[in-house]
């Protein structure tokens, strides 16, 4: 017998011969679950091959015990074997505890992945022993630290004397836990020596006896069925058919059945029936949008020839690699195979899982700088949590006590702002003083933060402007609406580069005679005043002062008809007013059909008036006027504010990218150009029509600029308003949507805003009455929950719906004086500034806090989810206010139908009682009349 056979029948295991012995509780859940599944195979292995036998043996590095392949096939039937019974080995214990010299571990999968011993992969229960080394070891727990399975036990580790430990794959969790680690070289020495033959002796001679165990066969009782549900998912997946099926009946003679059938070749041409052709087409029904588009790219270097010219220093032997060296499959696997390349390998493993490890626990390339604070979105912070004074503008001799009426931050030029001034008078003051406002000049100031003292232009206007508006695509180009109704147009092309220079830069001219006492050169340092280019015609301008003014957006325009096209300029070139004699206009600034250029001729200017709209000067007619009657049908709508859906810089609705225009000869800004032919626009369909209008009375309107065809009369009409809503007790000064949702509105006046959203007759949010009558309002342009209001105490509230929605988050005092407007402007990343004017001329430039400038996370979400609670909240009420009135009617018919009939009088009575109050109402007029003295009592 050889020594592997010998040993399988001396350290046969008790496995057989009795029961296994109930593993001790694991330490962790973890650990109790796989010591029960564990439990479960052991014994399904048991029921399956009956009677197999376990032996140990031995491998070189590491001892591994091997099954014995000499086991009886199990039948259903009982069977009898002799088995020999053996003592316990050393390290065994009756108690089941772990003997001195073995301490259980848990080794987690990243463990055994890092070294090497995956559970019945590298170690089975037939192999469960693996060698460590001790420096792996104690690298890892200086890698992982506390993170390291290894570190409970880390003193034990430090202190082996050895090299190598010994770790066992508890698969039965005898111990605890799924490893156990041998803690001294003698328990070590015990697993991995083989048994020696004074051991065989003792096991052969009277420690063996034979015992006869009968195994009984147990069929499986199947349990009853519960339900998980699983059913219900089932049948949800199967496909069932939710329509009648189509029938198709084909048939043909009788007599053709059989028939042989002859085929040959004609030209399809011959025959109208020969082939259908289906062209594609563009469906304008419907817009299909390409979400997913699957292309194929080649991934090569594009090839390029390029020259350079650098420094010549010194001449170099020096050699490039321009072109990168391709090996052949052979020569690739013998690289890659080579010693060189896999002692690198080898020597970088280490530091490569290092490396992985690091970018587990922490992004390496994370800049603490960077991101220091930028979750700290807390409101309150005691050094930033107030609107803080950074400039301030105040003219003495322009702007002195007056109101500023609007104010516009220039669209690309940072640090310049405009501000509109007018006298504060009202309608019969201004009467009484008439001839001190024509003796006034009218302007516009544009401020510069680099000269807080001197405007840099003022622009000269025919009468007190309310208000005004940088054209977006051409800045240079300023519209503005008069208090007598007219549009006014600016050019400030000649004057736009002091704009952008410093006025303390500019070097003023040495000259001994200007420098002597009244013989100063004022131009130097005089502010230029430029008069407009352009001013519509008093008699088809509004009737009432212009109070808003909005520039259409550059991708659109639009025609007499109120249709839609593509605006293929890119170039802002229409204009919409609002006034309060029932109008909203819409202007071009383009040049009619059949206007002819005149010849320039030189002539002096002597007001340097620029030229670019010389062609509609005095003559300018509106291109549509939209009349808003109201819906009762008595008056009209007095519009004050106007707001569109779509704003400038979204071309979303623009189906295809818009050709490039042709070169035209231009004039100052804009020059003359005329709008593309009938044939040549493109009308967008997805533009909306509808907009929206606040009055003077505090309502907020819905309408649409479409003309329809009258019923009645047969001619061509813009549809009346759709539904109307007031809301506010006085005019609206604020009509606004927000910058991240289209669809809501902002709306000021009175003593309360409200916030709407866009086909609802009702407000989605109502704010309740202030102490002070409210002037303006503006939503902040980087945080969608804020927004700002003003007050004609001088205070400015500041609202953050993320924060509390029954009161303003902030209010500071600005100004002793009523706030007539107010705007924000984000001049950079790290700056936000808010420009607030009152009514004594003075524009405050404040700087706002971080707090209310820094967007949180998912704020944009947050708010939206907020806005379609409310609409739903607001849509629940409406149904149960509809609800409950249906029900009080058929209350009330039910009362009706319950009480008898009333009897109907007589026309006899009807003139008694017609008699009875004719007499009363003489003897009243008798009494009045008496006691007035104009008629005397007679004495009866």
Not at 327 to 334: A, G, H, I, N, P
Request: charged share 30%; net charge negative.
């Amino acid at each position: 017998m050889s020594d592997a056979e010998e040993k399988a029948n001396t350290e046969t295991t008790e496995k057989v011969s009795s029961k296994p012995a109930t593993p001790s509780s694991p330490k962790s859940p973890r650990a109790a679950k796989s010591a029960k599944s564990a439990k479960s195979t052991t014994s399904q292995k048991s029921v399956k091959s009956a009677g197999s036998v376990k032996t140990a043996g031995s491998r070189s590095g590491s001892a591994s015990p091997k099954s014995a392949p000499g086991s009886a096939k199990s039948t259903p039937s009982a069977r009898k074997r002799k088995v020999r019974k053996l003592p316990k080995r050393e390290l065994e214990t009756e108690t089941g505890e772990p003997p001195e010299g073995i301490l259980p571990i848990f080794l987690a999968s990243k463990t055994q992945e890092l070294f090497e011993c995956k559970t019945d992969e590298d170690v089975t229960p037939e192999f469960p022993y693996k060698l460590l080394m001790k420096e792996d070891i104690i690298q890892d727990m200086r890698a992982r630290a506390a993170v390291s399975d290894f570190s409970p036990m880390k003193q034990m580790i430090l202190d082996y004397p050895g090299e190598e430990l010994l770790i066992v794959f508890d698969d039965a969790f005898k111990y605890g836990e799924n490893f156990y680690i041998c803690t001294t070289e003698e328990s070590k020495a015990i697993l991995m020596r083989p048994p020696t033959a004074e051991a065989r002796a003792d096991g052969e001679g009277g420690g063996a006896e034979e015992e006869d165990i009968l195994y009984e066969y147990t069929p499986p009782v199947p349990k009853d069925w519960v339900s998980q549900g699983s059913e219900f998912e089932i049948a949800d997946e199967v496909v069932k058919d939710t329509r009648a099926k189509v029938v198709l009946r084909v048939s043909r003679l009788r007599r053709e059945f059989g028939v042989p059938v002859k085929f040959k070749d004609r030209n399809s041409g011959q025959g109208k029936d020969s082939f259908i052709e289906c062209e594609a087409y563009v469906d304008k029904n419907f817009d299909l949008k390409k979400t997913e588009l699957d292309c194929g790219i080649q991934a090569i270097s594009v090839v390029k020839d390029t020259g350079s010219q650098t420094d010549w220093k010194y001449p170099t032997n020096a050699s490039t690699q321009y072109v990168a060296r391709e090996y052949e499959e052979e020569k690739r696997k013998d690289v890659a195979e080579s010693k060189p390349v896999r002692d690198f390998v080898d020597s970088s493993v280490d530091r490569f899982q290092l490396a992985l490890q690091q970018n587990e626990i922490m992004n390496v390339f994370t800049d603490d700088w960077m991101a220091l604070a930028d979750e700290d979105t807390t409101f309150g912070s005691k050094a930033d949590n107030h609107l803080k004074e950074y400039q301030s503008f105040t003219d003495l001799i322009f702007s002195r006590d007056k109101t500023i009426t609007w104010v516009d931050w220039h669209p690309t030029v940072k640090g310049v702002v405009a501000v509109s001034c007018a006298e504060r008078y009202s309608f019969d003051e201004r009467i009484d003083h008439l001839s001190k406002i024509l003796m006034t000049p009218s302007l516009i100031l544009i401020w510069s933060f680099s000269d807080p003292i001197h405007p840099q232009i003022l622009l000269e206007a025919p009468d007190d402007m309310y208000c005004f508006q940088f054209c977006p695509s051409n800045p240079n180009v300023i519209a503005g609406g008069c208090i007598n109704g007219q549009v006014v147009l600016w050019d400030i092309t000649r004057w736009a580069d002091r704009l952008k220079s410093h006025r303390g830069t500019q070097k003023q001219k040495k000259n001994t005679m200007n420098s002597l006492p009244g013989y100063q050169d004022e131009n130097s340092t005089e502010t230029p005043m430029v008069r407009y280019c352009a001013v519509s015609s008093i008699e088809y301008s509004h009737r009432m002062p212009i109070t808003d003014i909005f520039w259409v957006p550059d991708h659109m325009e639009v025609n007499k008809q109120g249709q839609v096209f593509e605006n293929t300029s890119t170039e802002c070139c229409q204009l919409v007013t609002a006034a309060s004699d029932g109008y909203v206009q819409f202007w071009d600034t383009r040049p009619a059909k059949g206007y002819v250029a005149p010849q320039v001729q030189k002539e002096e200017n002597p007001l340097s008036t620029p030229t670019t709209f010389k062609h509609i000067d005095l003559t300018w007619k509106p291109l549509m006027r939209m009349h808003l009657p109201r819906e009762s049908g008595h008056g009209d709508y007095g519009p004050v504010r106007f707001s569109m859906s779509e704003k400038q810089g979204v071309r979303s609705a623009v189906v295809k990218p818009a050709e490039p225009p042709k070169p035209e000869k231009k004039e100052g800004g804009f020059g003359i150009r005329r709008g593309a032919s009938a044939k040549e626009k493109v009308p967008l369909e997805n533009v909306s029509s509808r907009y929206y209008i606040a009055t003077e009375d505090g309502e907020l309107v819905y309408c649409d600029w479409k003309v329809e065809k009258d019923t009645d009369s047969g001619k061509l009409t813009h549809m009346r308003p759709l539904h109307g809503s007031t809301v506010h007790f006085g005019p609206v000064r604020t009509l606004q949507r927000s910058p991240f949702y289209k669809d809501i509105l902002l709306t000021v006046g009175g003593w309360t805003f409200t916030i709407w959203k866009e086909g609802l007759e009702n407000a989605l949010l109502e704010s309740a009455s202030c102490t002070h009558r409210l002037t303006c309002g503006h939503w902040s342009p980087t945080r969608p929950g804020v927004f700002y209001i003003a007050r004609d105490d001088g205070n400015v509230d500041v609202w953050d719906l993320l924060d509390r929605s029954h009161e303003p988050t902030l209010s500071q005092n600005i100004s002793a004086h009523a706030v007539t407007a107010i705007y924000p402007w984000r001049i950079s990343n790290k700056q936000q500034l808010l420009a607030v004017a009152d009514a004594v001329g003075t524009l405050h430039i404040l700087e706002v806090p971080w707090s209310l400038r820094h967007p949180m996370v998912s704020e944009v979400s947050s708010v939206g989810n907020y806005f379609d609670r409310e609409h739903k909240r607001l849509l629940y009420v409406i149904e149960h206010k509809d609800m409950r009135t249906r029900e009080k009617k058929d209350r009330e018919a039910d009362i009706a139908k319950s009480q008898p009939p009333v009897a109907s009088e007589s026309e006899a009575e009807i003139m008694m009682k017609l008699k009875i109050e004719y007499q009363e109402y003489l003897d009243y007029e008798k009494i009045c009349l008496t006691s007035l003295g104009l008629i005397e009592e007679k004495l009866d």
